[in-house]
């Protein structure tokens, strides 16, 4: 088990309605759930984090007459990708995935819950000025190294690694306990993302423990 006191292991959004069979199903979503299993076994800190969206919420192409899932359109924040309605509160969607061992996590982040703000990244909401509150926790509990895993790689699981190298967090997204959905080039698009703004990536072989 990895006993560093200053590294974290964030779990990202491994929950039903992104998972085969779901309202917005990553594919493979559910293949990297014993993956991480295994890997939660290398870390002495855990979190996870959940989408909570309200049923109305206005990232729900259904809260838009005559918009399509995956159209997209200008708000406040900029542009919004429209999504069929998915990981609703209280819903069976929104649970995390039943297989996924969560007895070891010290928090869970909720995102998505403000009705008229989208949220992929951890940190913040898509406004990129509320914060989750996350990287307070970090600080307070003194980690300075993050690793990533989950779903989105593209999306949630992106952006929660970009931000977190902006908070000042060192960032490592473990690939192969990722899923992508790869929408219009969106995943080669992360990566080089990754590259310019020096998140790391690895496989879970690659991490101590």
């Given at each position: 088990?990895?006993?560093?006191?200053?590294?974290?292991?964030?779990?990202?959004?491994?929950?039903?309605?992104?998972?085969?069979?779901?309202?917005?199903?990553?594919?493979?979503?559910?293949?990297?759930?014993?993956?991480?299993?295994?890997?939660?076994?290398?870390?002495?800190?855990?979190?996870?984090?959940?989408?909570?969206?309200?049923?109305?919420?206005?990232?729900?192409?259904?809260?838009?007459?005559g918009?399509?899932?995956?159209?997209?359109?200008?708000?406040?924040y900029?542009?919004?990708t429209?999504?069929?309605?998915?990981?609703?509160?209280?819903?069976?969607?929104?649970?995390?995935?039943?297989?996924?061992?969560?007895?070891?996590?010290?928090?869970?982040?909720?995102?998505?819950y403000?009705?008229?703000?989208?949220?992929?990244?951890?940190?913040?909401?898509?406004?990129?000025?509320?914060?989750?509150?996350?990287?307070?926790?970090?600080?307070?509990?003194?980690?300075?190294?993050?690793?990533?895993?989950?779903?989105?790689?593209?999306?949630?699981?992106?952006?929660?690694?970009?931000?977190?190298?902006?908070?000042?967090?060192?960032?490592?997204?473990?690939?192969?306990?990722?899923?992508?959905i790869?929408?219009?080039?969106?995943?080669?698009?992360?990566?080089?993302?990754?590259?310019?703004?020096?998140?790391?990536?690895?496989?879970?072989?690659?991490?101590?423990?």
């Amino acid at each position: 088990m990895n006993r560093n006191s200053k590294t974290f292991l964030l779990v990202v959004d491994v929950q039903l309605d992104f998972c085969p069979g779901g309202a917005l199903a990553v594919p493979d979503g559910d293949q990297i759930v014993a993956g991480i299993n295994q890997l939660m076994k290398r870390f002495t800190h855990i979190g996870f984090t959940q989408d909570w969206h309200p049923a109305d919420h206005s990232s729900f192409a259904s809260a838009h007459p005559g918009k399509s899932p995956f159209e997209t359109i200008s708000v406040d924040y900029g542009e919004q990708t429209l999504w069929p309605d998915h990981c609703i509160q209280g819903q069976e969607g929104a649970r995390l995935h039943p297989e996924l061992d969560t007895s070891r996590g010290e928090l869970i982040i909720r995102k998505g819950y403000r009705r008229n703000i989208d949220s992929y990244s951890a940190f913040f909401e898509n406004d990129r000025k509320t914060p989750t509150g996350l990287a307070g926790y970090l600080r307070d509990r003194g980690f300075g190294k993050l690793y990533i895993c989950g779903l989105a790689t593209d999306f949630c699981v992106g952006f929660s690694a970009l931000d977190g190298v902006a908070c000042g967090f060192e960032i490592v997204v473990i690939e192969d306990v990722c899923r992508a959905i790869d929408l219009d080039g969106s995943l080669a698009a992360m990566k080089q993302m990754f590259s310019d703004q020096g998140v790391t990536l690895c496989r879970s072989d690659d991490v101590p423990g």
